[in-house]
């Protein structure tokens, strides 16, 4: 079966603090994969996906990029934290159906 | 206006009670509507897909899609307490990238 991983769970950065999140997919090869934020009492904003390896697309102008390393692997990163970067950071996978499975988040609070 | 839309809630339902979710989307070519729930600190875990107009059955929980009003609905029969969380109403694109758009939720509070 599908399983996602992230880490870390939880991360507490000062502003200007670089960032990098890490999200890992097993049981799956050449999955698409998402990046969404969730900011507190709102929806989910898709930031990026990727259909492949070195493949990104973003969605949003934002101070944050994605990379793909590996198949099987994909991380969000920032080279300076803003304020508003604070959120619940959610990768995911679709399946058959084009619905999400989402992995467990990391949450991120940028002081 | 925003892609997706939902009641902005929060909605309370004693147990037993029927509760009703509603979502409303704005670009017609969506192909693919879900509803997801999200218990407070948790990931979202789908629960409903729905892909054609009508109603579709599963346990408590029926989805119902009218792609003419651009109009999804949750409804969920004998509410229990393990129910109350946040539901996300996304709708998607039949598409190699499968994108989806979400709406802002709904808390639902079941109350014993």
């Known amino acids: 079966s599908q399983t996602i991983h992230q880490w870390p769970a939880t991360l507490v950065q000062p502003v200007g603090s670089p960032l990098s999140l890490e999200c890992t997919v097993e049981?799956?090869?050449?999955?698409?994969l998402y990046w969404y934020r969730q900011a507190a009492g709102r929806g989910l904003q898709l930031l990026f996906y990727?259909?492949?390896?070195?493949?990104i697309s973003s969605e949003v102008p934002q101070n944050l990029s994605a990379s793909r390393p590996q198949d099987r692997q994909f991380i969000l990163s920032s080279k300076k934290l803003l304020l508003s970067d604070s959120g619940f950071y959610l990768c995911a996978f679709p399946g058959m159906g084009y619905e999400q499975f989402f992995g467990p988040g990391t949450r991120l609070t940028v002081l | 206006q925003k892609e997706v839309e939902q009641n902005s809630g929060p909605l309370s339902v004693p147990e037993g009670a029927i509760a009703s979710l509603n979502c409303t989307y704005s670009d017609r070519g969506s192909q693919s509507f879900f509803w997801y729930r999200q218990y407070s600190g948790k990931s979202p875990e789908l629960i409903m897909s729905i892909y054609s107009n009508g109603d579709k059955e599963d346990g408590r929980f029926t989805a119902q899609l009218n792609k003419a009003s651009q109009y999804v609905s949750l409804l969920i029969r004998d509410s229990q307490p393990s129910d109350s969380a946040t539901y996300l109403c996304?709708?998607?694109?039949?598409?190699?990238?499968?994108?989806?758009?979400f709406g802002d939720g709904t808390t639902l509070t079941v109350k014993p």
């Open positions: 996304a709708v998607g694109y039949n598409t190699n990238a499968g994108k989806s758009t």
């Open positions: 049981g799956t090869s050449n999955p698409n």
């Open positions: 990727s259909v492949g390896i070195g493949q």
